[in-house]
């Protein structure tokens, strides 16, 4: 996976429809560069997932991901054998001898590959995108540092796995946690916040092709004013382009106090979170 510079990663990502600022362009040419894993942190719905989804359309690479979550384990991230087919075969083995039928269960054919050894044993061009990294139990990150410092894995049945091909690496944190510093140590850091009203309209126009200008821009005006509020959940770069896009559904053309009202559970999603914002953007029933 190479890029050319960091106008190249710009460009090609434009592409797709990621509008990368210049700290995005830049980290991500030197992760394909370095050869080292990138870890991307920041606020839930800023586009950190998104990036890897695109890095891997723009590189016709194939996108493996491992979700984290609390009592992720080695078997579920790495690979585990499957025990219901093996336990048929030595029910079929009969008088077979134990060694043989050892030697038989644990081969290729009883492996279940999981992301990680999936990614690592692919030879096309593979993004692995490990998401949400901060959701996993620390032991996981144990697991990490050692595929992720020589991209090989040992499994005592079979020997040593080493990547054919090293896969480009994206982890993602939303910062619930603090992650070891072993394992950002590993990586090249970026971090992502939500973009400025500009950005996000250009965004939104990429994204949404037919719609205004103006629209464009009022509608991320809005989402920016709502970011600003105390809510559970604030809106989400994609649920600002489902936004634009409902509009266009509903062959809207501008954001008065009544459109607002009536279409803020398509960013909000939160009745508490409808309600502060109602008194914010539409006061006494006429938008701001």
């Known amino acids: 996976m190479t890029f050319t510079s960091p106008a190249d990663v710009r460009e090609r990502l434009a592409t797709v429809g990621y509008l990368p600022d210049d700290a995005i362009a830049t980290t991500v040419y030197l992760a394909a560069a370095l050869g080292k894993p990138l870890l991307v942190e920041g606020p839930a719905g800023v586009g950190k997932t998104e990036l890897a989804k695109a890095v891997a359309e723009i590189t016709d690479a194939e996108l493996v991901r491992l979700q984290c979550y609390e009592g992720l384990d080695e078997p579920r991230a790495l690979y585990e054998w499957n025990y219901k087919k093996q336990l048929l075969r030595i029910q079929a083995a009969g008088d077979e001898s134990w060694n043989a039928t050892h030697d038989d269960?644990?081969?290729?054919?009883?492996?279940?590959?999981?992301?990680?050894l999936t990614a690592i044993r692919r030879s096309e061009p593979t993004v692995l995108l490990i998401d949400e990294t901060?959701?996993?139990?620390?032991?996981?990150?144990?697991?990490?540092?050692?595929?992720?410092?020589?991209?090989?894995?040992?499994?005592?049945?079979?020997?040593?796995?080493?990547?054919?091909r090293r896969p480009f690496v994206v982890?993602?944190?939303?910062?619930?946690?603090?992650?070891?510093?072993?394992?950002?140590?590993?990586?090249?850091?970026?971090?992502?916040?939500y973009p400025s009203p500009e950005r996000e309209r250009d965004i939104v126009k990429a994204r949404v092709p037919g719609i205004e200008d103006a629209l464009a821009e009022r509608l991320a005006q809005l989402v920016a004013t709502l970011r600003t509020l105390e809510l559970k959940k604030a809106p989400s770069i994609a649920e600002t382009i489902d936004w634009a896009r409902t509009l266009l559904a509903l062959g809207l053309d501008r954001m008065d106090a009544d459109t607002i009202s009536a279409t803020l559970g398509v960013v909000l999603k939160h009745h508490s979170d409808q309600e502060r914002a109602r008194k914010e953007l539409v006061p006494d029933g006429s938008s701001r």
Do not use: M
């Open 171 to 193: 982890l993602t944190s939303n910062a619930t946690r603090e992650l070891s510093e072993a394992l950002k140590r590993r990586c090249l850091y970026l971090h992502l916040d």
């Open 134 to 164: 901060d959701k996993a139990d620390v032991e996981v990150e144990g697991l990490l540092l050692e595929v992720l410092s020589d991209f090989q894995v040992t499994i005592p049945e079979l020997g040593t796995i080493t990547a054919v």
């Open 105 to 116: 269960i644990f081969t290729e054919e009883f492996l279940l590959e999981r992301p990680l």
